[in-house]
């Protein structure tokens, strides 16, 4: 890792001792980052946890490191803080050995299986949906989290809802999340790394025992097709890779889409006008399937996402590690720099959108596609070879929790639009209080 001095050349705001930058960044870290951007330029350093980081803004600077036709950049390196938990996860590899295991992965993801898991989420969120309470008020972001990993019980591992051992899990996998952002980073007792330490043996010990069985026999579940994927070759995972490549897959697919869900809850709730054009395209999807026929007719939802992704994205800075000195904008950044990405504030670059704090979802409109000024205007998947495996995943996750919910109901937000907490995790300070109405469509403001 460079040290100060030798990214003294840098430019960047004076560190505090100690803290650095952390406490201001955590508290407005878009705030925070515009006005280092107007004071310093896109390219400037802060310290965080310790770590001098360089930051790297805007469209150009997202291309050239997600892209990196020169292998300068590691993911592993720059998702360091990640490996405890999730040791092995296709974040956490590089170049080669990523493309190899990310071939493996990706058979997990064909159109057929996408299909069983569509018709498994489908009945799974219609019976979990008709649970949650109506026409009084709850808490959407505990609700949504709570639905998506028990979706995920399904989905994923092909395991029944409810019951002790689903509690565990999904225990477990909460003490791992919290573990990947908390700043302590030691397992020291009864410290939030040391609850995910002890969940993630929890689960690697819960699913290594179902392998032989799901090899065996497979399944229309995430889990047992990755014990059975291969790439073209025939190559398949060994026992410890198929936990590690599925542990990372539950955590990378949780929050993100709890987020933008509540995002796009929030968003709904304040703009009846956008409220009504999503309950009158699921209405005219009809009483069937919600097949891909039907998902794909789901235009105006698919553009309420996008808004919903770039006004909040769940993944708002991408960090990367420099393996080799290389030069940018001017200035040479030494190998070993961490770098930061920011695609959460680039999507709120008025140089790319219009009124970009805005929400105004048909800014996405094949006439005005504001998305197309700049390959990487629109990245809250990321891009090149790590870009988000599970994106039509999400997208389409999305979709069947907006048709089923909407088709006969509405929402109102009793306290408003809410704010938004952007670190370590995007989330909604208050919870996002909703009440669920049954539908009238013609009577949707509170
Ligand atoms: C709205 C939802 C989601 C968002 C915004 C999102 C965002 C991202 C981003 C930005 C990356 C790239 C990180 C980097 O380059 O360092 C990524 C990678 C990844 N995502 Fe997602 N994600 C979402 C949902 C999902 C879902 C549902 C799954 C699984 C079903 C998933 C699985 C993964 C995996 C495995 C990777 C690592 C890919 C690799 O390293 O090759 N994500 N995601």
Redo the contacts with the bound molecule.
């Keep these: 890792m460079p040290t100060r001095a030798a990214l003294s050349h840098i430019p960047g705001p004076k560190a505090p001792p100690i803290i650095g930058h952390t406490l201001t960044i955590a508290r407005d870290s878009y705030g925070t980052q515009q006005d280092y951007i107007s004071r310093y330029g896109d390219v400037y350093k802060t310290k965080m946890l310790g770590v001098w980081r360089v930051n790297l803004c805007g469209p150009d600077a997202l291309e050239y490191v ?1 892209m990196d036709k020169e292998k300068n950049f590691s ?1 592993e390196g ?2 360091d803080a990640l490996k405890l938990i999730y040791p092995g ?3 956490l ?1 590089d170049f080669d050995h ?1 493309r190899q295991n ?1 071939r493996i ?1 990706t058979a997990a993801f064909r159109a057929s299986a996408i299909r069983d898991y569509r018709e498994r989420m489908a009945a799974t969120m219609r019976d979990l949906l008709t649970t949650w309470p109506k026409d009084e008020p709850f808490c959407f972001y505990t609700a949504i989290k709570d639905l998506t990993l028990r979706v995920g019980g399904a989905v994923f591992m092909g395991l029944p809802l409810d019951g002790d051992l689903a509690k565990r899990i999904n225990r477990a996998i909460t003490d791992e999340i919290r573990a990947s952002v908390t700043p302590i980073r030691q397992p020291l007792p009864f410290t939030p790394m040391w609850h995910g330490v002890r969940g993630r043996d929890f689960l690697r010990e819960t699913f290594r025992t179902l392998i032989p069985e799901r090899r065996a026999k497979g399944g229309d579940d ?1 889990f047992s097709q990755m014990c059975l994927a291969t790439d073209d070759d025939g190559n398949a995972w060994s026992e410890d890779e198929i936990l590690n490549q599925f542990n ?2 539950i955590m ?2 949780h929050d ?2 709890a ?2 869900l509540s995002v796009m809850m929030a968003a709904l709730g304040t703009h009846p006008d956008w409220q009504r054009r999503i309950s009158a395209e699921v209405a005219a999807l009809g009483n069937g399937a919600l097949d891909e026929d039907a998902l794909g007719r789901m235009t105006d939802t698919d553009r309420v996402f996008r808004e919903a ?1 770039r006004l909040v ?3 708002p800075f ?2 990367r590690m420099a393996l080799r000195d290389f030069h940018w904008h001017g200035y040479d950044i030494p190998a070993g720099t961490s770098l930061a990405l920011n ?1 959460g504030v680039t999507m709120l670059s008025p140089e790319l959108y219009t009124n970009p704090t805005e929400f105004d979802p048909d800014r996405f409109s094949p006439e005005r596609a504001e998305d197309r000024v700049h390959r990487f205007a629109w ?4 891009g ?8 039509h ?2 997208t389409m ?2 979709k069947l929790f907006v048709a089923t919910l909407l088709r006969d109901h509405h929402i109102v937000l009793p306290h408003g639009a809410p704010e938004w907490q952007r670190m370590p995790i995007p989330k909604p300070k208050g919870g996002l209080p909703i009440v669920l109405r049954r539908s009238e469509p013609l009577r949707l403001a509170a």
């Design positions: 997600l993911s720059g998702w996860g296709l974040i590899q990523h990310r992965m995430f990372l897959l990378a697919a993100t889409t987020t933008s992704l994205p769940p993944v991408i960090p695609p990245t809250p998947f990321g090149g070879a790590h870009k988000c495996i599970g994106m995943f999400a996750q999305v």
